[in-house]
């Protein structure tokens, strides 16, 4: 069965303090990895797709960064504005419905 | 600008009514998807359809219905079968089923059943 799982639940930073977001997943055959921004009340905002391990996506102070067991988010000198949940997804090759599996998502906090 | 507009923001209900959810794109995508998102869960999929007239069940389609008329529109309707209602609904978009294009996704409604 598909799964993904994200860690930390919540992360909270100092403005400037750098980390990054994890993303595990199991899936039979990699179709594509999405990363999804989301603002409270608001539905999620598309960041990134990724297909194959060792692939990087660089958008201002975020880049995505694919293996073959996870993702990860890095989010190089936060600023508070880029405080939101970040979502992870995956689809498989199996699927043939565009069906995306979601992870529960990371809940970053950036102070100023 | 082309998006998803999905109406009303937020919708209060008794329950055992049947309420009705509106979700339009202008981005003439072919595939259209509701999702229920609840707190700590990820994005769970209700129903999906692939073209006009034709629509399938997703992983929690038990008390929920939608239909297809028109490429545009996918409304989601949430029958008093439902169990526990009360959630943010998200309508979503892509060019089609068969490619790896990322979900366009709406601003969401709030349910709330009472």
């Known amino acids: 069965e598909d799964q993904v799982t994200q860690s930390p639940e919540a992360l909270r930073l100092q403005e400037g303090e750098s980390s990054s977001l994890n993303c595990s997943y199991t899936v039979s055959g990699l179709r594509g990895l999405f990363w999804y921004r989301q603002d409270p009340g608001k539905g999620p905002e598309f960041l990134f797709t990724?297909?194959?391990a060792g692939e990087e996506k660089e958008k201002e102070r975020l880049k995505a960064t694919l293996t073959k067991k996870e993702s990860f988010l890095h989010i190089t000198a936060p600023k508070p504005e880029d405080s939101a949940t970040y979502l992870c997804?995956?689809?498989?090759?199996?699927?043939?419905?565009?069906?995306?599996?979601f992870g529960q998502g990371t809940t970053l906090q950036v102070k100023p | 600008d082309g998006g998803i507009t999905q109406s009303p923001k937020y919708l209060f209900r008794k329950e055992g009514q049947n309420v009705t959810l509106s979700c339009e794109q202008n981005l003439n995508h072919d595939a259209m998807y509701w999702y229920r998102q609840d707190p700590g869960q990820g994005l769970r999929l209700i129903y999906y359809?692939?073209?006009?007239?034709?629509?399938q069940k997703g992983d929690i389609a038990e008390g929920y219905s939608v239909s297809r008329e028109k490429k545009e529109s996918f409304p989601l309707t949430v029958t008093s079968a439902q169990k526990n209602p009360t959630a943010f609904y998200l309508c979503?978009?892509?060019?089609?089923?068969?490619?790896?294009?990322?979900?366009?996704f709406g601003n969401g409604t709030r349910l709330t059943v009472t």
């Open positions: 979503a978009s892509s060019i089609d089923r068969q490619s790896n294009s990322p979900l366009h």
């Open positions: 359809s692939q073209i006009v007239n034709d629509f």
């Open positions: 997804a995956v689809q498989g090759v199996a699927s043939n419905t565009g069906k995306l599996i």
């Open positions: 990724l297909y194959s």
